[in-house]
């Protein structure tokens, strides 16, 4: 049946951009590329690089305002930027195979020299195009998703990137598998590269439904962008108050995840074996979680607001690093604990969109999008790449690496929980309850026809 309303038609195609993206990402997410670096030989340090390439790289998001400012429209920028990032990853998995550089299948070349270049280099440039472009995707998201339904189209949003993604780690786990059966002598690295190959072919695919939505330009995009340069937008957010906050807590958030995430990808591999498959497995049982829990998330933040769902879903969230802790050799199912732990993600990103978008001064979202993305970037790449660093030396210098892994999982714990209190307080800016305007109660009715027919 075909949608009459044009915002009907936008919100499908928006969502069904998130769906497919979503199996493209879960074709090649971050485990994969970190499993396949460990496959051609990478140190700890270089798992520390790739995880933090790409939030270094996120940090020059804050230029995506001042792109917008010279290309005066929004949709085309987008499109070309997402487009890009789907073609600069496709040529990460052929040009980091060890083929291209010295040492043959051994890949003694990734570890050291060129190859390892090549692989952060491009996970870096693909991120830095994507980060761009989600900068404005949602900046044109927040001039879709208005007035009290808000949360809730946001909530069926991360419902469909959450399925999108078991689906697209589920084929990845299954080519992997088959892989391995039908080729049980060929190098780990290829199945994994092969699946980075195909997940950069479904992102390309990604954009063709945004072609359909219309730009819908705000309103008010064009006085502020003649009055007030990118800069000073972006100023503006730090100097208020409500925003300010929100990028406190940002920084902060991120500055704990970072403080135990090179442990946390290191220590199945490296410590319980557990193979990649499991670790995809886990993943798919936890993105179903998410996509059940998403949805009930919106609803919260349309009826009672953010803070209440974001503290609950942050302290449940920290838990994962204990997970970690517990899990041995043998007793590696322990892993499956914190893997539950994170299903409470769903509230926390729900939330924090809800909060991105609802606490932004007025004008155009992208420079407060710009200055939130970029900030938490920032914090999470240095600390990633820090801890990388700090526990190769230490395990090189002969620390015991059970010690160090178990004081860094406590004080990942520690510090997620301690960040849980900078949520008291924050919430949507005070004042009069949102005018439903026109495309607003458009939006309410295809939510509401959408709740019927579930």
């Known amino acids: 049946m075909l949608l009459r309303s044009p915002l009907r038609r936008d919100l499908a195609l928006v969502n069904a951009n998130a769906a497919v993206w979503a199996v493209g990402n879960g074709l090649v997410s971050t485990t994969l590329v970190i499993y396949l670096a460990l496959a051609l030989g990478a140190p700890g340090k270089a798992i520390g690089l790739i995880l933090a390439a790409p939030r270094l790289a996120g940090v020059l998001r804050l230029g995506a305002p001042l792109l917008l400012t010279h290309a005066r429209r929004r949709k ?123 997940g950069a072919a479904v992102l390309l695919a990604s954009v063709l439904p945004l072609w359909w939505v219309s730009p819908r330009e705000a309103a008010t995009d064009a006085p502020q962008r003649q009055n007030h340069t990118p800069l000073r937008a972006m100023l503006a957010c730090l100097v208020d108050p409500r925003y300010r906050r929100l990028l406190v807590f940002s920084v902060c958030f991120s500055l704990a995840n970072g403080i135990s995430i090179t442990a946390q990808s290191l220590y199945p591999q490296r410590v319980l074996g557990v193979t990649y498959p499991v670790i995809l497995g886990l993943r798919c049982a936890m993105r179903g979680g998410q996509a059940l829990l998403a949805p009930a998330a ?122 849980a209190t900078l949520l008291v307080g924050i919430d949507k800016p005070p004042g009069e309850p949102p005018v439903t305007t026109r495309s607003d109660s458009a939006a309410a009715g295809w939510l509401s026809s959408s709740e019927r027919r579930s």
Not at 140 to 165: A, F, K, N, T, Y
């Open 76 to 198: 085309p920028l987008c499109l070309g930027l997402l487009t890009g990032s789907a073609a600069v990853l496709g040529v990460l998995p052929h040009a980091a195979a060890p083929r291209w550089w010295a040492g043959g299948e051994s890949a003694a070349g990734l570890a050291s020299g060129a190859g390892l270049a090549v692989l952060v280099g491009c996970w870096c440039v693909y991120h830095l195009l994507e980060y761009l472009g989600v900068v404005l995707l949602w900046s044109w998201l927040g001039d879709l998703m208005r007035g009290p339904v808000r949360g809730r189209l946001i909530g069926q949003r991360e419902s469909c990137l959450v399925i999108g993604r078991v689906v697209g780690m589920t084929a990845s786990f299954a080519l992997v598998a088959v892989w391995r059966w039908l080729a049980p002598d060929a190098p780990r690295w290829a199945p994994l590269g092969w699946s980075a190959g195909i």
């Open 298 to 419: 919106g609803w919260w933040m349309d009826k009672r607001g953010a803070p209440a769902l974001l503290i609950v879903s942050q302290l449940l969230v920290a838990t994962c690093p204990l997970f970690f802790f517990a899990a041995t050799p043998d007793r590696w199912w322990w892993l499956a604990g914190a893997f539950a732990a994170w299903t409470a993600y769903a509230g926390v990103n729900v939330g924090l969109d809800c909060l991105k978008l609802s606490l932004a001064p007025p004008g155009p979202a992208a420079p407060a999008l710009a200055v939130y993305y970029g900030t938490s970037d920032l914090a999470i790449g240095v600390m990633a790449v820090a801890g990388g660093f700090v526990f190769d030396y230490l395990t090189e210098g002969g620390a015991d690496a059970a010690w160090l892994y178990g004081v860094l999982f406590l004080v990942g714990w520690a510090a997620r929980t301690a960040v």
